[in-house]
């Protein structure tokens, strides 16, 4: 639920600004685009002037929400300018600055209207209205909750954009933070004009070939401990390379091996350019991993956390699933 007290905020901040900022976590996913899209069709349609600065390049498979172009890759030096002209800003699916990387540090000093919105479990205050929902299935869930009490015109992308959020944040209504709310908001789009297939196949059947193979790799290379309980996998610049991939074509891997019976916890480790870990831990349910995903300085939902940790994946892997083992007590 919408603290009445924030919405009312927001329905200011929406009338009294002109030019509005969006913006979303690092390697943004589609539940941070899909938030964005919505929310920019809502202020365009109330004429207003929509900026969305990303991190990274939009996902191919995300690109075909955005058919005008409107995600933009935020660069400090081309656009520091015009970010400082902004009357307000919407932070969404992320309440962490250091997730905003240079971006988020222009932000935090400039004295505008911010606006966070998310369903990960707050660390830090973001802005003068924060709606952090951890209860909410995804971020889309609550845009689109913030979308209707705002007597905004759904249709189009943005509900196309609503229902990808929901989808892809809940593993296709998969995850343990699958709700009826999110059922309900899945109905209601399709009611207004989505069609479920449409969006699985760009969301999930335009892979590349490439991404298989390496997928192929990783099922292939599994380690299991615990009785088949915990299971790992390690992702190496050298497998990337040689599959001719790139780090974002892992999205979603780390899900894979919760089909395998047995399998209560999981995790990826993704060597970075630089050198880092990059950790994913998914449970089943059984295990909470937030508090472990925190041991290593990250953070995220009770049963899906990831963590970045300075240090080679050789030294890391063994530190971590030491760690792991201990939560099979
Ligand atoms: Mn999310």
């Not at 202020?43 to 690109?63: A, C």
Request: charged fraction near 25%; charge should be negative; aromatic fraction near 6%.
């Amino acid at each position: 639920m919408i603290d009445p007290a924030a919405l009312q905020q927001i329905q200011s901040i929406i009338q009294n600004g002109k030019r509005f900022l969006l913006t979303t976590h690092v390697n943004a996913d589609g539940d941070g685009i899909g938030s964005e899209i919505a929310l920019s069709h809502h202020l365009r349609d109330l004429g207003k002037e929509v900026h969305i600065f990303n991190h990274n390049p939009t996902p191919e498979n995300l690109e075909f929400l955005d058919p005008r172009n409107d995600l933009q890759l935020f660069e400090a030096q081309k656009h520091g300018e015009l970010v400082r002209e902004m009357d307000a800003v919407f932070i969404l699916d992320i309440s962490d600055w250091e997730r905003l990387r240079d971006l988020g540090k222009l932000l935090r000093a400039l004295p505008v209207a911010k606006v966070c919105i998310d369903h990960h479990p707050a660390e830090d205050r973001m802005g003068e209205v924060d709606i952090i929902l951890p209860e909410a299935s995804s971020t889309g869930e609550i845009v689109y909750d913030l979308l209707i009490k705002l007597d905004a015109r759904l249709q189009g992308k943005m509900v196309e954009a609503l229902y990808t959020a929901v989808l892809t944040d809940t593993g296709s209504f998969r995850f343990s933070n699958t709700n009826s709310r999110a059922h309900e908001i899945a109905a209601d789009l399709i009611a207004r004009g989505v069609k479920p297939h449409h969006i699985y196949q760009e969301v999930y059947e335009r892979q590349p070939a490439n991404k298989m193979r390496l997928l192929g790799q990783i099922l292939n290379n599994l380690n299991f401990s615990k009785d088949g309980r915990l299971v790992w996998f390690t992702v190496t610049q050298a497998m990337l390379r040689a599959t001719g991939t790139q780090p974002r074509d892992t999205e979603g891997f780390a899900d894979f091996p919760r089909g395998i019976d047995g399998v209560e916890l999981c995790l990826m480790f993704l060597e970075t350019e630089k050198g880092q870990t990059k950790i994913s831990f998914r449970s089943k349910g059984r295990i909470v991993i937030n508090g472990l995903a925190n041991r290593f300085g990250g953070g995220g939902h009770p049963y899906a956390s990831g963590a970045l940790v300075d240090g080679p994946v050789q030294e890391v892997v063994p530190r971590v699933v030491a760690e792991a083992k201990e939560f099979f007590a």
